[in-house]
């Protein structure tokens, strides 16, 4: 019997994908100091991301990018200056790790940077990318924070320390992050439901597609009367990865990426 295509909400999890695919991931929060999380990402631009359609980056490729005179990705730029060398098409928003991205890492690698959000069209139906920080709008003290580090000022004052200074300054942030996080509850740090359907509706789209919470999910949402979704991608680790796909033809579907040895199954 032909398999019957997914529903238009749902992920399809079997069967292979044409090249005309778009690939969706973010969160990958590359360091150096997790060389096998790189090396797994590096493999998957090197083959599954090669011929595709498109793949989109929806934030925090890195775990900080402290400018783009950083001297610590010199691997991952070459990875994706080959990709699109090849002919495919690398689009990236900014996350909030990594929003310091700018024109010289997109002239070195040819990847063009998204406004966040960005509205797309995948297979003739409009849909509405984010990294997602914008939509937890609970998180009163960080979306304060958001609004301070991405005023232009002070990201130029940032800019003009040394780097060693300003690798400094982004360790420092990461701790006093990771213990504000330790302090606040999960439903304050995930999305606001309304700010949610406010962005579909100011956007007119019925699918959104982000990543930021680290909850990977296909939710079905009802949007004034009409059928919406909204798609969460999933955080990277050393132990593997996933990347949601959208085929030419609308259809969906979640892969794993594992590392090279490890069993790999679609999820």
């Keep these: 019997m032909p398999r019957q295509p997914a529903p238009a909400g749902a992920p399809n999890r079997t069967g292979a994908d044409p090249g005309d695919a778009a690939l969706f991931v973010s969160d990958l929060h590359l360091t150096p100091g997790q060389p096998e999380l790189t090396a ?3 493999e998957w631009l090197g083959t599954r991301a090669q011929g595709a359609r498109a793949v ?5 490729l890195f775990d900080a990018w402290i400018g783009d005179d950083d001297d610590g990705y010199a691997d991952v730029e070459t990875g994706l200056a080959t990709l699109t060398a090849g002919g495919t098409r690398c689009c990236l928003l900014h996350g909030n790790r990594d929003f310091l991205l700018g024109r010289r890492f997109a ?4 990847v063009e940077l998204l406004r966040d959000p960005t509205r797309i069209t995948l297979a003739g139906e409009p849909v509405l990318l984010m990294h997602g920080d914008l939509l937890c709008t609970d998180d009163i003290p960080y979306q304060r924070f ?3 580090v991405r005023n232009p000022v002070v990201q130029w004052l940032f800019l003009r320390q040394g780097l060693r200074r300003r690798r400094e300054i982004a360790a420092d942030y990461r701790r006093r992050s ?5 302090d606040k509850t999960a439903a304050i740090m995930d999305v606001n439901a309304g700010t949610v359907l ?4 100011r956007h007119r ?3 959104l597609i982000h990543g930021h919470t680290h909850r990977p999910a296909d939710h079905a949402l009802d949007l004034d009367g009409m059928a919406a979704h909204r798609h969460v991608l999933a955080d990277w680790s050393p132990a593997g990865g ?5 085929a030419g033809d609308g259809r969906l579907r979640r892969e794993s990426v594992r590392p090279c040895g490890a069993a790999a199954a679609d999820l």
């Design 40 to 42: 797994l990402f590096l």
């Design 178 to 182: 990771a213990d504000a996080m330790a």
């Design 107 to 110: 002239r070195r690698t040819g």
């Design 205 to 207: 789209v019925r699918r």
């Design 242 to 246: 996933e990347v949601l796909v959208v």
């Design 56 to 60: 989109y980056i929806l934030g925090d």
């Design 198 to 201: 406010k962005y579909m509706r």
């Design 146 to 148: 958001r609004r301070r």
